[in-house]
């Protein structure tokens, strides 16, 4: 217990915890403007202003004669319906919340019409988005809840977002600079050596540094998104905790080798489950990450090679999987702990598109980084306890 307290004010006391508080509030107000400048762009006047151009460009598009008739008839329906859009959007500005009920049983009508139309287009991907949307205003009506407009600001509804938005890319390699030099950095300035004549188990001093750097990492992401949670209530709106979202998709590959929606196959949760879910899957992230780095740091004596490899490989899993991945790892990807960084799109389940695969999901991503979390711990314990620290 002692060398667990050592380890764990060591931690925050250092200089790069500070940077690493630093930059996570940065990164959490940084999202939350961002949020506040889209939100003023879907304002019923900025829309109507750009919807206003997109029908000159399109009503010209119409009159070109060197255009096929299938071309015409598209940009024909884009114009209704942006020209539907535009009366609800004058309705929306002059009455905001007049008969919401009946605007979405009108709408919901609409979809309806779209979905079938997928459905016979066999385009499954988007026929079930449209359900999902059909499934949320419906709870919305029979629970006499308003519903969240896109230029509205709420806690609850936008959190999702910030969550996502710290984890992809940033969190990890803020992981690895907070904990890159755990091993590396005692066996370089030889203070190791100290703790080796100390009776200690050497799998209780990796086990220390392990826990300490876990919960100091869990518990200064969740406060500060707790944070960024409130400064959104407080300067915006709370919002309403029982807000229906979509999740849960079930997908299969089709005959031509893609991956399509199963139609009605989504459900709903509440957006405080959705939260609760997104902060479980970044928790036990971050429990593979802090592992997966202690073992790096246990492969090196200098602290500059710990940091480099471990950058490196963390950034180079975090690209194949959320920004340019790759078809060839499709089968691999439901079992790579990185995978599940994008906690959004693991319990709506539509990361499974972007990837190609149809295993990702919720409970999938809890027992992948879990194991991988102890698989990494029980290689640094095996490396550490192997390793000649006393040269």
Same mark, same amino acid.
């Given at each position: ?12 006391? %250092? ?10 509030? =940065?990164?959490? /107000? ?26 000159? #460009? ?11 008739? #299938? ?46 139309? +997928? ?26 809840? =308003? ?33 890159? #030099? ?73 005959? /031509?080798?893609?991956?399509? +929606?199963?139609?009605?196959? %989504?459900? /709903? ?47 180079? /899993?975090?690209?194949?999987? %959320?920004?340019?991945?790759? +078809? ?13 960084? #994008? ?6 389940? %539509? ?28 290689? +640094? ?11």
């Amino acid at each position: 217990m002692n060398l667990f307290k050592v380890e764990f004010y060591k931690l925050i006391k %250092s200089k790069k915890y500070i940077l690493f508080c630093l930059a996570l509030i =940065m990164l959490i /107000l940084a999202q939350i403007y961002i949020i506040y400048r889209n939100a003023q762009n879907e304002t019923p006047d900025i829309k109507l202003k750009y919807n206003e151009k997109l029908l000159v #460009d399109y009503r010209a598009k119409v009159k070109d004669e060197e255009l096929s008739k #299938d071309i015409i008839k598209d940009y024909e329906n884009k114009i209704k319906k942006i020209e539907q859009e535009n009366k609800e959007l004058i309705e929306e500005k002059n009455n905001p919340n007049y008969n919401w009920i009946e605007k979405l049983k009108k709408k919901n009508e609409v979809l309806e019409n779209e979905r079938k139309n +997928a459905e016979i287009s066999l385009r499954l991907n988007e026929a079930e988005d449209i359900n999902s949307q059909i499934m949320v205003n419906n709870y919305l009506i029979n629970n006499n809840i =308003m519903p969240h407009k896109s230029y509205e600001i709420s806690a609850y509804n936008n959190m999702g977002s910030v969550i996502s938005f710290v984890n992809i890319i940033f969190l990890p390699l803020l992981i690895v600079i907070l904990t890159y #030099d755990l091993v590396s950095g005692e066996i370089q300035f030889s203070t190791i050596k100290l703790l080796a004549t100390k009776p200690v188990k050497r799998s209780h001093i990796i086990l220390a540094k392990f826990f300490s750097s876990f919960i100091v990492t869990v518990v200064t992401v969740l406060t500060f998104e707790l944070l960024g949670f409130l400064v959104i209530a407080v300067f915006f709106k709370t919002g309403s905790p029982v807000y229906p979202i979509s999740a849960g998709t079930k997908y299969t590959i089709d005959s /031509l080798g893609k991956v399509s +929606a199963a139609v009605n196959s %989504s459900s /709903l949760i509440y957006a405080y489950s959705y939260l609760v879910r997104l902060a479980l899957l970044q928790v036990l992230f971050i429990f593979s990450s802090v592992s997966f780095t202690l073992v790096i740091s246990t492969l090196f004596v200098n602290n500059t090679i710990s940091l480099m490899v471990s950058s490196v490989v963390m950034l180079f /899993l975090n690209i194949i999987t %959320s920004i340019l991945p790759q +078809a060839f790892l499709s089968k691999i990807y439901p079992y790579l702990f990185t995978t599940y960084v #994008d906690g959004a799109g693991v319990v709506r389940r %539509s990361i499974n598109i972007s990837l190609g695969t149809v295993n990702i999901g919720f409970t999938t991503g809890l027992f992948s980084t879990l194991i991988w979390g102890i698989l990494f711990i029980s290689l +640094a314990c095996r490396n550490f306890i192997k390793k000649d620290i006393t040269a």
